[in-house]
């Protein structure tokens, strides 16, 4: 932190901008090469396949999550982390409205019992997230607090169940609704894969450009944590805020181009997975925090945190919901559900500085 310090509010925008359009760029590459290589290593929707995507699509979290953790700066890890789940649940907004074309919403075309498990899933780890806020700070084990642990282990046992019901599910056609999408679920890394070996892509290429990739994505988090820290001192923003707005939206450009990328190729339903994928992942750092920092973190969590939490569950429901009723009608280009989660999230980020403030 030391040495951005005597660093002018335009010079730490800048690094912001840049930073973030290295993660944008960096993200486009990294889901390409992720498609790819979990294609040709038969990954597919597999559990460590499930693992590999959710790990890598918050690589710019992790980075966040781990240098404010060090640095002792817990606000900005928990407004990233809990901020990040619901500005990432509205970029399905960005994905109906810009992405979609003709007369059917994102989840009218993407709608599955499989995504709903997966909304579920996201729900779960929130809720243990809330009640591990109320445990003592004194109470471990070792090093790590027990809501830590059980958010882990309800992650792995979800994401267990979720790649089993892709093709166990006892339920017509699998719990595929009907007149939705026509391709199966992830068939655009199929063809990203079948597309770089027809242009003789090796798999050591791949392989070089994702770790380079996730280099620059790790080393970029950390730019946006410190430089972001510094603007919001700058400028009088709370901590918490900017974790939950600025800083969760620059994180989440990797997730937006991704899903557009998806959308286009019209594989719905991993766009939307993606996200809740994502979203699942994302309270486990707060293991990974408690580790680094050696203090319980989810025992320190304000009002503003359980806040966030509850916005982030809203909105997961709301498209839940959508997903199972399905709504045809579309208001300002968008689905019925996708404008409703927009408007609830201005109304919440409105409540959320007032929570803030008081």
């Not at 590999?52 to 953790?69: D, R, Y």
């Not at 892509?201 to 970029?220: D, K, M, N, Q, Y």
């Not at 201005?346 to 803030?356: F, N, Q, S, T, W």
Request: glycine letters at 12%.
């Amino acid at each position: 932190m030391t040495m951005f310090a005597n660093l002018s509010l335009a010079v730490l925008i800048i690094i912001f901008i840049s930073a973030a359009i290295v993660v944008w760029i960096a993200g486009i590459h990294l889901s390409k090469t992720t498609d790819i290589l979990s294609a040709r290593w038969g990954l597919g929707e597999a559990l460590g396949g499930l693992i590999m995507l959710a790990i890598v699509t918050n690589l710019p979290e992790i980075a966040i999550t781990i240098s404010g953790a060090l640095s002792g700066n817990l606000s900005i890890v928990t407004g990233n982390i809990l901020g990040g789940i619901a500005i990432q649940t509205v970029v399905l907004v960005a994905l109906d409205l810009a992405g979609v074309r003709g007369k059917k919403p994102l989840t009218y075309s993407a709608a599955s019992l499989n995504l709903v498990l997966e909304a579920l899933l996201v729900v779960g780890v929130l809720t243990l997230a809330i009640m591990g806020t109320q445990l003592p700070a004194e109470l471990s084990f070792g090093t790590v607090a027990p809501a830590g642990i059980l958010i882990v282990i309800l992650w792995i046992v979800g994401l267990w169940l979720i790649g089993k019901s892709e093709n166990h599910l006892p339920w017509h056609e699998q719990g595929a609704a009907p007149d939705g999408q026509l391709e199966p679920k992830g068939h655009s890394k199929d063809k990203k894969d079948h597309s770089a070996k027809h242009r003789n892509i090796s798999g050591t290429r791949t392989t070089l450009v994702f770790i380079v990739c996730a280099i620059a994505t790790l080393i970029c988090g950390i730019l946006l944590e410190k430089s972001g820290t510094l603007i919001a001192d700058h400028i009088g923003m709370n901590g918490i805020i900017f974790g939950a707005v600025v800083l969760a939206a620059a994180t989440a450009l990797p997730e937006l181009s991704t899903g557009l990328t998806s959308v286009k190729m019209k594989d719905y339903k991993l766009a939307v997975s993606d996200i809740f994928g994502g979203n699942a992942f994302l309270p486990v750092l707060f293991f990974f925090a408690t580790l680094v920092s050696g203090q319980a973190i989810l025992p320190h969590a304000g009002k503003t945190d359980l806040y966030l939490t509850g916005l982030g569950l809203l909105l997961t429901v709301i498209y839940a919901v959508g997903l199972i009723f399905r709504p045809r009608r579309k208001l300002c280009g968008m689905g019925l559900d996708s404008f409703i989660v927009l408007l609830v999230y201005i109304v919440g980020i409105i409540g959320l500085v007032v929570v803030a403030g008081g």
